[in-house]
T-cell receptor
């Protein structure tokens, strides 16, 4: 069945550093969505990628969809304390499957 | 504010009991989804309704059931509750049936079973 794997599970980052979280699907996806959940909050939609090889940026966040539409990445530059939270990818195949999330903590 | 309303915010009940969680989707959204999130766990998809009809089913236990009413609000019924059912239950809504439709999540209902 369709599965979406996300790594790493935890990311401890020094403020100001960059990091990347990766998402891999067992099947080809029609699109991939990214969500952010702040501690104690609910998931909030960030972005959707649809095209093969698509790259989208939101300020310090760069989202990429793989050429084969089976993987995606989220790269954050110059991490800030406001980036704390859990980032989920969700792959749309025959159903929308969420990855387990990458929980980000930031050292000031 | 996502526009998705969930009630109650907190629920504390005993094992063996039955509870009902309520969700009102964003105005104009026809799909409602239910997710379960246990402590430090990801989002486990339970069930989806589109315009009153069941659209997709995930890892929903037989003790759990849901429905979407004509006014598009949805209820998730949890019965014969067990300690392991303690979790955060999210409702989400989207405009379409799922393809290319981002989800908008409510604030969740935190269920504690004692």
């Amino acid at each position: 069945g369709q599965q979406v794997m996300q790594i790493p599970q935890y990311q401890h980052v020094q403020e100001g550093e960059d990091f990347t979280t990766y998402c891999n699907s067992s099947t080809t996806l029609s699109n991939i969505q990214w969500y952010k959940q702040r501690p104690g909050g609910h998931p909030v939609f960030l972005i959707q990628l649809v095209k093969s090889g698509e790259v989208k940026k939101q300020k310090r966040l760069t989202f990429q969809f793989g050429e084969a539409k089976k993987n995606s990445s989220l790269h954050i530059t110059a991490t800030q304390t406001t980036d704390v939270g859990t980032y989920f990818c969700a792959g749309q195949g025959y159903k929308l499957s969420f990855g387990a999330g990458t929980t980000v903590t930031v050292r000031a | 504010d996502s526009g998705v309303t969930q009630t109650p915010k907190h629920l504390i009940t005993a094992t063996g009991q039955r509870v009902t969680l309520r969700c009102s989707p964003r105005s104009g959204d026809l799909s409602v989804y239910w997710y379960q999130q246990s402590l430090d766990q990801g989002l486990q998809f339970l069930i989806q309704y589109y315009n009153g009809e069941e659209r997709a089913k995930g890892n929903i236990l037989e003790r759990f059931s849901a429905q979407q009413f004509p006014d598009l609000h949805s209820e998730l019924n949890l019965s014969s509750l067990e300690l392991g059912d303690s979790a955060l239950y999210f409702c989400a809504s989207s405009v379409g049936q799922g393809q290319n439709s981002p989800l908008h999540f409510g604030n969740g209902t935190r269920l504690t079973v004692t």
